[in-house]
């Protein structure tokens, strides 16, 4: 994936995506028809970005109780599927939408991964994966989460596929090579590596990432970008998280 091009919408502009393909650039439909989002059960998004991803969303896939949030913000919403161990999911709502229900009661996976395996499954054409809610009310599920999309371009074949979490705060993803960040000038961004023998260089950023060892979370956080780019080099394939607001 080395020199792989990254871009983020905008911030504050909902309708709009640059993304390039090598061919140059070309304005992005956020929801294609082969994009899912997976509503996971944390804090609801209220921010017109996020719920402008949910509502414009081709299809949705709902984390057990989150299926409920979902009715309370839009009571005429189906999803595709309502998958868990159905654990936080009221009886009344079981039974009233019991042919979308995946019961899946191993509790080696949490909620989340359970749904994007089941996207990966049964829609493999899917080229991109927006999960909402995945963050907030509790901060072990917010950990957990945020740290399982660096585990996901290793526990599946995601190929081309994009997969980001994205909160009324900010944006987050993966990535697991060196690449360009088309991000704008100004932005605030982390990045994060559970790899401690990881190296990045930089170009791009107020702080640059050279000297970073990647030992502690709180050591490449809180940076700003100064240029439109940001360019990370990678002394050898690993995984990085990047959270951009």
Not at 174 to 202: K, P, V, Y
Request: proline share 6%; net charge negative.
């Amino acid at each position: 994936m080395a020199n792989r091009r990254f871009a983020t919408l905008p911030k504050g502009d909902p309708t709009s995506y640059k993304a390039e393909d090598g061919h140059g650039f070309a304005i992005y439909n956020p929801f294609p028809m082969n994009s899912i989002v997976i509503l996971c059960n944390g804090a609801f998004p209220t921010e017109p970005y996020p719920l402008y991803l949910l509502d414009s969303a081709e299809g949705v896939v709902c984390c057990d109780g989150a299926l409920e949030k979902l009715l309370a913000h839009n009571p005429s919403a189906r999803p595709m599927a309502v998958i868990g161990d159905m654990d936080s999911l009221p009886a009344s709502l079981q039974e009233q939408y019991a042919s979308l229900l995946v019961k899946v009661e191993e509790q080696e996976d949490n909620d989340q991964t359970k749904a994007l395996r089941w996207v990966l499954r049964e829609h493999p054409e899917v080229t991109d994966i927006v999960i909402l809610g995945a963050t907030g009310l509790r901060e072990d599920h917010t950990i957990g989460n945020l740290g399982l999309l660096m585990e996901y371009p290793r526990l599946f074949n995601l190929g081309e596929r994009r997969v980001s979490a994205v909160s009324d705060y900010g944006t987050a993803f993966a990535i697991t090579d060196s690449c360009d960040l088309h991000l704008g000038e100004g932005r605030r961004i982390s990045i994060f590596s559970a790899d401690n023998s990881l190296q990045i260089t930089s170009t791009g950023l107020k702080w640059p990432l050279d000297d970073v060892v990647f030992d502690a979370w709180w050591k490449a956080t809180l940076n700003r970008t100064t240029e439109p780019i940001v360019s990370l080099h990678f002394s050898h394939p690993s995984s990085a998280l990047i959270i951009v607001d």
